[in-house]
C-alpha cells in the first residue's frame, strides 16, 4: 500500500506536470498563430 507521504510526494509531481504542460501549451499556441500578410513569404498558389 502506498503511505500518506508518497501520496502527497504523487500529487506534488502530477501537479507540477498539468503546470508544465498548460505552459507549453500556451507556448505552441502562440507559434502557431496565423502569419500576416505583410510577413508571409511568398504566394502560395
Given amino acids: 500500500m502506498i ?9 506534488k509531481r502530477i501537479t507540477e506536470e498539468i ?3 498548460e505552459k507549453m501549451v ?3 499556441q502562440e507559434l ?3 502569419i500576416a500578410p505583410e510577413n508571409a513569404i ?4
Fill in 19 to 21: 503546470i508544465s504542460t
Fill in 26 to 28: 500556451e507556448k505552441y
Fill in 42 to 45: 511568398g504566394r502560395v498558389s
Fill in 3 to 11: 503511505s500518506a507521504k508518497e501520496k502527497l510526494q504523487i500529487r
Fill in 32 to 34: 502557431t498563430k496565423p
